[in-house]
C-alpha cells in the first residue's frame, strides 16, 4: 500500500515538475531580439510602405507582398501599399493560458501522429515544439475564443478586366472541443455531442441578391478518418443538399480559396506532412484596423495593412495525396497563438501560385478579455492575376452560440 | 391586370419614397431599421424555335416561341423579433408580360382568347400575381407558417416523386431553364413544424390545405410549347383557336373543385438525421418519411357525363373540320378526385463513392384514371372514355453526385477545375391492367424508366456557368439542355442555351410531344 502511495506521488510530482517547465505565453522575442525590433522600429514606426522604398524593409516582407508593392499593375492597383506598426505581444486569455499549463505537460502524438487525447485537452499543447506536426497541432488548438460570429463582406476580383462580384455573408463558429474559455471546457458534454463533432460552422449569405438566404452547414468531426459533412441549402432551388466532401479542393463561390484554406487549413491535419523550415522575421497584420482598409475598384489586394514584425515559425505543408491542387504549402504561424499570419501556396509546377494573408486584431471575448482574431484577409493569385478580398464584422467572440443552430433544420429555418 | 399593375406601382413608389433611408443596396434593400427586407429582379426570357414545322408554320408569322417580361419583389418583415417569439411576414409577388402574341398574328389567333389572356400574363387566378405570402411564426420548438406556400420535398433533380404539393406551370418552359419555386403554383395552406430532440433530430412536418386546388397547367393549345390546335379545319378556317386541347382544359377549369373545406388536401412528413456505421464507413442520412392525401392535379370524368364530354368532343371535331360553329363548353363535366401517396426519400455521402447518393421512392394509393375499350381501333388518345377507374403507381429516383476534379483545368481560365456530375435513373411502375386505361399520353405502358445527366462546371471565377442537363427515356425520347450562365458582376445576369427535343412517338410522354420544341433561349435579367 505504502509502495503504491509512494509511486502515485512520484508520478504526480514528476508531472508537476515537467508541468512547471512549460513556458506560456510564449513571447515573440526574447529581451535581446525584442531590443533589436525596438531599434528598427525606431527608423519604420508609422511609415507607409510603397513601391519607392519597400526595398528597405525587403527582409522583412514577404516575396509575395513584396511582388505585388513593386508591381501593383498585377493586382488592378496603381499603388500597393502597408504601414509598420510597432510589435505588440497579445494578450491571451486566462482560460487559453490555463488550458495550456494544464495539458501541455503531457502532451504527446501517438504513433499515427495523432494528439493523444484530442477531444478532452485544450489550449496549445507543445509551446515548444520540435517537429512541423507539433506545430501543426498548435495551430490547429487555437479556438479562436471557442466561438463567434461575424458578418463577411467578400470581393471577388479579376485584376485584368477590373470585374467585381461582392458577396455578403453571417458567419457563426463553435468549437465543440478543446476549448479553454466558454463553459464547458475542454469540450461540450458526450451527451450533447454524441456524434463527435469536433468544430462546426452555419453560414448564411445575405448579397449577392440571387444566392440571399442560401446557407451552409459544414460538421467537422474528432475522428480524422471522417471527412466533414456539409449541407447547403440553396434558397435558389429551395433544397438542402448534402455535398460531397471530396469537393473542398473545389473553390469557395469563385474566390481564390478552396475549402480546405478556409482559416488557413480547415480539415484535418493527417491528410498533410509537416516540415519544420527555421524561423522568419517578417512583416504581418496583427493589430489590424480594418477601418483602415482600402482599395480601389477592380484591386484584388488591400492597402492599409498595418503590418508588425514577427518572428514565425515556418512549416513546409505536403498533402498525402500526390494529385492534391498544391504540390506544397508554407505556412507562417505566430509564436504566441500560433494562429496562421499567412500562407503561400504552391501549384503542382513548383510555382508560386497564391497567397493567403489574415489580418488580427484582438477584439473583446468571454469575460472582458480580448482574442485575437482575424477581421480581414485576402487570398491572390498570381498567376491569374486574380484577388478576393473581405472584411469580417465581428459581431461576438467568444459568446453561447446554441448548439441547435448546427443541425440542418436549421439550414431552412428563417430562409425564404 | 389593372389591378395587379396598381399594386406594384404602389409598392414600388413606397419603395422610392423610403429609399432615403436605405441602408444597402449592394444585394437588397434593408428598410424601417432592417426590419423590411426588399429584393427582387426582373428578367427577360425569348425563346427562337429552330425547328418548327410547316404544319405549325401556319400558325406563325415568326420562330419566336417566347418573349416573357418578368418581375419580382420579395418582402421579408420581421414583425415579431422576441426571445421566445418571433414572427416573419413574407411574400413572393411576380407579373409577367408575354408579349408574343402581340406582334404574332398568327400566334394571336391560334390561342382562345381565355387563355392567351391567362397565357399572357399573372391572370389564371386572380391571386396569380402573388407567388408567397405567409406568415411564418416560430415558439420554442414549434414553427407554423400561414399563407399561400411553395412547398420542396424532392431531394433529387429533374423528374419530381414525392415532391406533389404543388402543381406545376408548364406552359412557358420546361424544368430546368426556370427556376422551381417560378415554376410551382403556390397554395394557401397552414404549415407546422415540430423539431424534437428525440434521437435523429426529428423534425414533425404537417400541412393542411383547406380547399386550396390549383391542377397542373399544361402548355396551352396555340402556344409555342402546345400543340397546334386540332383537328384541323379548312385551310380557310387556319388559324383557328379552339381545338379538343383547348376544349379540355376549359372543360376542366369549368369543372375545377371550390375553395371549400371538404376539397382539403392533407400532408405530414418526418424528417431525421441519423447515423450509421458500415464496413469501417460513417453514414449520415438525411431521411424523410411522408404521406400525402389530395387530389389528383388531373381530373377523371363524372361516370354520369361521359357520354357527353365524348359527343361534345365528337361535335366540337366535327365543327373543327367541317366549318361550323364551336359547340358552347358545358360545366361540371369532370371531377377531381382525391388520392394517396406515401413516400421516402434519403440522402447520404458515400466515402467509397467519393459521391452524394439520394434516393426516393412513392406509391401512388388509387391514383384516378379513366377508362377506355382496349380493343378499339382508333389511337388511344382519341378513343371514347367508357368510365373511370383507380390504379397504384410506384415511383422510384436514384441519383448519384460525383464531383469530378481536374487539376489542369483548375489553373485555367478561373476554372474550379470541378464537374459537378449528377446521374440519375427514374422509374414508374403502373400496377394493374394498363390496356384499358386511357392517357394521352404513355397510354399503354406499364414501366417508365428514365436516365439524368447532368453536369456543371464554373469558369472565371463563377462567373460563367456551363451546364448540360439531359435526360433519356427507354422509349428512345428525351431532352438535352446546353446552357451558359454570365454573372458578371452584382447585378447583371445573362443565359444562353440551346434546348433539343427528341423521339420516336411523340404520344410517349408529355415531353416527348415536344419534339420539335427544339430552340435557342436567351435571358437577361437584373438582380437586386
Redesign the interface.
Known sequence: MRRTIVSVLSIFLAVQCFASEVTFPVPGYDAEELQKVRLWEKSWNNKKITAENVDQVKDFVHEGVYTAIKDPGIFGAKEIWFEVVPYRPYTLSKGFIEATKKYAPTSHLDEKEMLEGYGEVAGIPFPQPKTGIEMAWNFDSNTRGDSHHEIQFGT?V?CKSG????S?QHRWELYWVGRYDVSPVPAIEKSKNP?GIARSFFQRM?????F?DTTILEIK?L?PH??E?L?VYTA????????????R???I????MIYDDQDGWYTHLIHNTYDYKGRADLLAARHQDSGKLEKAEGQGFWNGFQRERVNHWVVEVKNKDK?Y?YSRQIWYLDPETWQMNFKVMY??QGQL?KMYEMAYDELPSYGGQTTPIFNSEHIIDF??R?GSTSVRNIQSVGTDIPL?QF???SLK??S? | MKKTINIFSTILLVLIVSGISVIDCEAAFHLFDNKLRVKGSIYEFMMYRTKVKDDEKQYRDTDWGLMRTKGTLEFLYKAVEKENLQVNLFSFLQYWHEALPDFDDEYHDSITRDNRKRFQGPSYDQDDWINEMYADIYSGKWNIRLGKQIVFWSEVEMVRTIDRINPLDLRYTTPGIEPWDEMKIGLWMMRGFYNSDLPGQLVFEWIWIPGDYEGVRTPREGSSMGAVPGPQGKEDLRPRAFGLGAAVNEQWRKSQPAFTLSNSQFAFRIRGNSEVALLGDYYLLDWTVSWYHGMNNTPVAKSSKIETINQYNFNLAIARVFGGDIPRVPGGLWEYKFFDVIGTSCQTYVPKLGAVVRGEVSYEIGLPELKADPDSSVAPYMRNITGTTERDVINVGVTLDKPLKSNWLSQRWGASGVFDCTFGWFGQRRQGNVSRIRRTFAYDDRDQSNFTLTVRTRLKHNSIWPTVRFLYNTRNWGYGVFAVRYTPGKHMRYEMGYLWFFSNNQWHFREAYARNKDSIYFRIGYEF
Do not use: C
Open positions: 471577388v479579376d470585374f467585381e462580384r461582392t455578403e456524434r445575405a448579397a449577392p441578391a440571387d440571399i468531426y475522428d471522417r471527412g459533412d449541407w435558389m432551388f429551395r433544397r438542402i443538399r448534402r455535398y460531397a466532401n471530396n469537393q479542393t473545389d473553390s463561390d469563385g474566390t481564390d494529385n491542387i501549384n503542382r501560385w498567376l491569374r486574380h441547435t443541425r440542418t433544420k429555418e428563417k425564404y
